[in-house]
């Protein structure tokens, strides 16, 4: 199973980026798919889930700013990134799962910087 990023790269504070992550397995064959990140010097954090049945989650620090959300016909993942802040500042990554460990994409990188 592949998990191909996309979707980085510099933007100015306030603005808004949309990654994309396409999985080379249908993503029906997943009950949990997610976005983690992972800033230099700090370990790898949740940024935002949604599972099988479409209920999402997200970390406290991009609620009402991110959005999850999945196309099947596409088999892909997004993160609509808005009002983007120089703390969101990371290498985002793709994870897909249906039981333990899972798969993770390579990583895209997200710099918010004026």
């Known amino acids: 199973v592949q998990l191909q990023a996309s979707g980085g790269g510099l933007v100015q504070p306030g603005g808004s980026l949309r990654l994309s992550c396409a999985s080379s397995r249908s993503i029906d064959s997943y009950n949990f798919m997610g976005w983690f990140r992972q800033a230099p010097g700090n370990q790898r954090e949740l940024v935002a889930t949604i599972n099988s049945i479409g209920s999402t989650n997200y970390a406290d620090s991009v609620k009402g700013r991110f959005t999850i959300s999945t196309d099947n016909a596409k088999n892909t993942v997004y993160l609509q990134m808005n009002s983007l802040k120089p703390e969101d500042t990371a290498v985002y990554y793709c994870?897909?799962?249906?039981?333990?460990?899972?798969?993770w994409g390579q990583g895209t990188l997200v710099t918010v910087s004026s």
């Open positions: 994870h897909a799962r249906r039981i333990s460990p899972g798969y």
